[in-house]
């Protein structure tokens, strides 16, 4: 044996098994480009700033436009991004309502 034999992922995309290095490269490649409204591409560790004000659900609290928005993570969802703020966990932010700084 080679020692290949654990370089192997099953991919739910096909169903079928393939080689590790495959699936990840076909899974950077199938990643939609995330946009914030003006169209702009953003990546993770981008800064962005709110365009409008926003209410956060369950933390009785309004983010102003203009609200910069630190280190955001892509999620799986191209509309949504991660986002950490002050006194709010878990902050989830649709791309429509960011402009990329």
């Not at 098994?17 to 199938?30: G, L």
């Not at 946009?35 to 953003?42: E, F, K, P, Q, T």
């Amino acid at each position: 044996m080679d020692g290949d034999n654990d370089a192997y992922v099953f991919d739910e995309a096909t169903g079928e098994w393939r080689p590790a290095h495959a699936v990840a490269t076909s899974a950077t490649i199938d990643r939609a480009a995330v946009r914030d409204a003006a169209g702009n591409v953003l990546a993770d560790g981008d800064s962005v700033s709110l365009i409008k004000d926003l209410k956060v659900k369950g933390a009785n609290q309004t983010l102003k436009q203009g609200t910069i928005i630190r280190s955001i993570r892509l999620t799986d969802n191209d509309q949504e991004i991660d986002c950490r703020y002050d006194g709010i966990k878990g902050l989830v932010l649709r791309t429509e309502f960011v402009r990329k700084r």
